[in-house]
């Protein structure tokens, strides 16, 4: 369901978001046209008799917004340590063939050291296989950053706002596909 949009969105600001390629190109153009507004609004004086540190205070509010956004695509993209995972299986290996030992000793009833074996080393194997898919959750290539989808995807963002202001106030279509 499309988010609803205070004073509605353009045909022009519709087709500029629709020349931009990835959801990340996107909101830096977004942040990028807001950010412009706010700063051409309080040059213009139209926000009235506003102090310049609570522009700026907006301003940071807005980079605050987007900080935390790219943290969440951090997040995504970047794969779970190598050596973790290592160590969980290297442990889960040590552990399987010790336990049965230990219970041995820790408990007099064979039923019950069985038993106690089987949760333990059941728990360390599971703890192990979330190890094994935090790993790798999108994809099998072991143990590497998408370096180049990441530039790619930073390139479109720059193209996407190199393009101009918001597309209201300026925006040709020939300089934008030149850009790219």
Known sequence: RPMLIIGGISNAEIAHLQEARGSYAKTQLAFHWLSEFIIREHLSGSLGDVHAAIISRLVQFLSDG??????????????FPFPHAQLSAFFTIIMIPTIPFLMDQYTNELWMGCMITFFTV??????????????NPFRNVPNEIPLCTIHAMYNEALATMFSGYNPDSFWDAEMYQGAL
């Open 122 to 135: 059941t728990c360390l194997v599971g703890l192990h296989e979330v190890a094994r898919e935090l790993e």
């Open 66 to 79: 987007m900080l935390y956004y790219n943290h969440a695509r951090k997040i995504m993209y970047i794969p």
